[in-house]
């Protein structure tokens, strides 16, 4: 099993330039999830997803945009980049139910200058 | 506004200590309390606590939960450099699918 694999792993962009990531996952879960890893800031959820084909807002869901139109994958994207976007993206996900433990894709660091 | 404190924010101690790691919460609706091990890349799961009072170890880690007093923590005995990364707190907030507040995580160097 791969377990959540996320693409790609580095990426460069300049501002207001539109972008997608992706996350999949093998293991069949329900819950997947976008995070964001700044210094000093921890992880913050971005968007997330209870099953196929919903979404929610999280902490700081402005300028970005998700779509789970397939269980194993989560997509975010960024219509118009901007500097303050630069960060360290985790995808993760999850089972639904009491096995509450999030498995973390390797991450993705994206740069806007 | 729900939050979620960690304490120290870094800590240095040489291999054989024994640290200790807080993390503070306040959120709406708890539901459980994760502590998750950050080396280079992804965190990985080191335990959830949903109870008071019950202690959960693995090796030489374990963790409990004071639901009264809002906190949680991890100890770590007899340290060795592998112990170093970044350990963060996640902590459940109910009604809203497994949603998760992450604390700002407590940087551990553990010195030969």
């Known amino acids: 099993n791969a377990g959540v694999t996320q693409t790609p792993k580095f990426r460069v962009l300049k501002t207001g330039q539109s972008m997608t990531l992706l996350c999949a996952q093998d293991?069949?879960?329900?819950?997947m999830y976008w995070y964001r890893q700044d210094p000093g800031m921890g992880l913050r959820l971005i968007h997330y997803?209870?099953?196929?084909?919903?979404?929610a807002k999280g902490e700081v869901p402005d300028g970005y945009n998700v779509s789970r139109l397939k269980k194993q994958n989560f997509l975010l994207g960024l219509e118009s980049a901007a500097p303050s976007q630069t960060s360290v993206y985790f995808c993760?996900?999850?089972?639904?139910?009491?096995?509450?433990?999030?498995?973390f894709g390797p991450g993705t660091r994206l740069t806007v200058l | 506004e729900d939050k979620v404190v960690q304490s120290p924010l870094s800590l240095v101690v040489h291999e054989g200590d024994t640290v200790t790691l807080n993390c503070s919460y306040e959120?709406?609706?708890?539901?459980?309390l994760l502590w998750y091990k950050q080396e280079k890349k992804a965190p990985t799961f080191l335990f959830m606590l949903?109870?008071?009072?019950i202690e959960k170890k693995s090796g030489r880690l374990s963790s409990i939960l004071d639901k009264k007093e809002l906190f949680s923590i991890l100890n770590i005995t007899a340290t060795q450099t592998g112990d170093s990364a970044v350990y963060l707190c996640?902590?459940?907030?109910?009604?809203?699918?497994?949603?998760?507040?992450f604390g700002t995580g407590t940087s551990l160097t553990v010195i030969p």
């Open positions: 993760a996900s999850s089972y639904v139910g009491l096995k509450k433990e999030q498995f």
């Open positions: 293991m069949n879960h329900e819950y």
């Open positions: 997803s209870v099953g196929e084909g919903t979404t």
């Open positions: 959120v709406t609706n708890f539901r459980s």
């Open positions: 949903t109870s008071s009072g």
């Open positions: 996640a902590v459940e907030r109910g009604n809203t699918g497994n949603q998760f507040y």
